[in-house]
């Protein structure tokens, strides 16, 4: 049988977890200089909110609510990782603010000035992988597996 940790060791995973992920994701963007799209962005404000919700879970741990939260933002975190996965692989349309084809290309100073300025990222350019696997996948694939461990502890664990 499987050994699950307690709230209050889930709740220090998950702040762990985020703290470790957040600042691998500056170092990627400011260290390493590979600059995110908006959708890896946009997958950043989980984490953000997982931080504070997992700080008051782990000093409330027996609190239901916080857990309810803990799934809402892991859930919210899988939709916005796992559409990115979809535009990677071509399952889905990018939004429009995820291209970089907002170039006019008619002006020769406009386009200097263009690119002069930082473009977007494309969201359908991987640019960084671990492993040959892009960083909205393993998003994608953590937070379900996170969304699954917290069902599983609000159901069935007594606190």
Do not use: W
Request: aromatic share 14%; glycine share 4%.
């Amino acid at each position: 049988m499987i050994k699950f940790p307690s709230r209050k060791s889930f709740y220090l995973i998950i702040l762990t977890f985020s703290l470790i992920s957040i600042t691998s994701a500056l170092y990627i963007e400011y260290i390493l200089q590979y600059q995110p799209c908006k959708l890896c962005i946009y997958q950043r404000f989980p984490y953000i909110a997982a931080i504070f919700v997992s700080f008051i879970g782990f000093n409330y741990f027996g609190n239901d609510k916080i857990l309810l939260a803990t799934i809402i933002i892991f859930t919210i975190s899988a939709i916005i990782s796992g559409y990115h996965f979809g535009i990677e692989n071509s399952f889905f349309e990018e939004l429009i603010s995820c291209t970089n084809n907002s170039l006019e290309l008619s002006n020769k100073s406009e386009l200097l000035k263009s690119l002069a300025n930082n473009l977007p990222v494309n969201c359908k350019d991987t640019t960084f992988k671990i492993l040959g696997i892009s960083l909205a996948s393993i998003n994608t694939v953590l937070s379900i597996l996170i969304v699954i461990i917290s069902v599983r502890t609000l159901i069935y664990e007594k606190n």
